[in-house]
């Protein structure tokens, strides 16, 4: 039995008792509660990598905006369901400073969070058109998306961009679209987990193609700016968020507040339909939603159906951290740059001990340093080095749950880790090369 900071029989005790057979498959949530555990039975602290919730403090604007809400007396009164006002406005003059998309006011929706965005999205594309009943993923991706494709009994199909960059990306999803089952494309970008950014040239494509076939892009913004190689936190001025939104009007973003703006407690984003989007018309929806516009079937219709819209309070708040971000008053790429900046000491720490970064290129440009990053150890699949990081008071999650076929890797994230672990982690990852 090798030394390893954490007593090896301590770590099989606590997996065997916990029913989970492969610790590599298991989710985010099961994971988290497994090292919990061991944490708790061998006093030893873990380096937690493996969930991605902000690691700082909400955004003040947003709090105080929120609480004087409250004070005003929201809390008693339903909001409407297509969002507040000023929260639209403002989102529409998001999307025109920092991505320089024209949208308008009324096509930005509040939701419960991208996760509730997303949901409300496929249940909506869904229905549009008969016999386009399928969602393609472009992974790897967040796998609670997919999830919400099996409590919903909805199609998907996936593959892994790894081998699909650039050009190549045409083939790959004509391969796809050719079938004529597709109704929406979806991807994250950063990406979650691999914190790939796809280039202009891969945006360019994925909207051409979306015009072609006539399929919706979902782009799923929720770490919005955090491409940190570009500084796009000038309102008005470029560089701006990249977005398949410049190739394609069939588009759909969701800005999320979790992370940009560090309020996923309050669970809050936008879903941004393109001016083309909520205008649409599709018949098919009719025996669903007793409309046939777009826009109007995904707010009077799911929104509705599934929330009633969102939490009155948060609307306030959102609308002043975007008002702030319009006005240059509030510069949010600031407050979390600090992920960026953990993230490239961490990925050396890594890579001095024998560890490799999986997903480690944009086209020419090396992967930005940001809120995730991929590693793997030569010879070891996924599900192997997951469970052997146990033993080494590390956390992290399997890319093989997020779709990523390639079987080797783990998503580390940086946010829970400060930087006074970084030694801590340092001597274990020392230790684990000198065990291996
Ligand atoms: C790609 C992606 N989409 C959506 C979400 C969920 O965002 P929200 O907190 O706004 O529901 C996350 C959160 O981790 C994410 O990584």
């Known amino acids: 039995m090798k030394n390893t900071p954490i007593p090896a029989e301590v770590v099989d005790k606590i997996v065997a008792e916990s029913g989970i057979k492969e610790v590599g498959k298991a989710s985010i949530r099961e994971v988290k509660r497994l090292i919990n555990q061991i944490e708790i039975e061998s006093g030893k602290e873990f380096i937690r990598m493996e969930m991605g919730i902000p690691g700082l403090p909400a955004c003040k ?258 609308a002043a951290i975007l008002k702030a971000c319009n006005d240059g008053t509030y510069n949010y790429l600031d407050d979390v740059r600090e992920y960026g900046e953990k993230a490239a000491i961490m990925k050396k720490l890594f890579t001095d001990n024998g560890f490799y970064i999986v997903y480690d290129k944009d086209g020419e440009k090396d992967l930005a340093d940001g809120f995730y990053f991929t590693v793997a150890y030569p010879g070891m699949t996924s599900d192997e080095l997951l469970h052997e990081f146990l033993y080494y008071g590390i956390s992290a999650i399997s890319l093989t749950t997020c779709g990523s076929e390639r079987g080797e890797g783990l998503r580390a994230c940086v946010s829970l880790t400060p930087r006074r672990q970084f030694p801590l982690l340092e001597e274990r990852l020392k230790m684990f090369k000198a065990n291996h």
């Open 61 to 318: 604007v947003g709090v105080e905006a929120q609480i004087q809400a409250l004070k005003n007396g929201v809390a008693a009164l339903y909001p409407d369901i297509e969002g507040i006002p000023d929260l639209k406005k403002e989102a529409a003059r998001f999307v025109k400073n920092f991505i320089d998309l024209d949208v308008n006011p009324e096509n930005c929706i509040p939701t419960v969070g991208s996760m509730m965005g997303g949901m409300a999205g496929f249940m909506t594309f869904v229905r549009c058109r008969k016999g386009r009943d399928t969602t393609l993923f472009i992974d790897p991706g967040f796998p609670v998306q997919k999830q919400q494709h099996r409590v919903l009994g909805l199609k998907y199909e996936t593959f892994d961009v790894y081998n699909f960059r650039g050009q190549k990306l045409r083939a790959k999803l004509e391969s796809y679209l050719q079938k004529g089952n597709i109704h929406t494309i979806i991807y994250s970008n950063p990406n979650n987990p691999s914190w790939i950014c796809f280039t202009e040239e891969e945006l360019q494509i994925i909207g051409e193609l979306a015009n072609q076939y006539d399929v919706f892009v979902f782009e799923d913004l929720a770490y919005f700016g955090m491409d940190f190689r570009n500084d796009i936190s000038k309102p008005g001025v470029a560089p701006f968020q990249p977005s398949v939104g410049k190739y394609t009007e069939n588009y759909a973003l969701l800005i999320s507040g979790s992370k940009a703006f560090s309020y996923a407690g309050e669970r809050i984003a936008i879903m941004v339909l393109s001016n083309k989007m909520f205008k649409r018309e599709f018949p098919d929806l009719m025996p669903y939603f007793r409309m046939t516009q777009l826009g109007r079937a995904i707010i009077y219709g799911t929104v509705y159906a599934i929330s009633s819209g969102v939490a009155h309070s948060a609307q306030y708040a959102m």
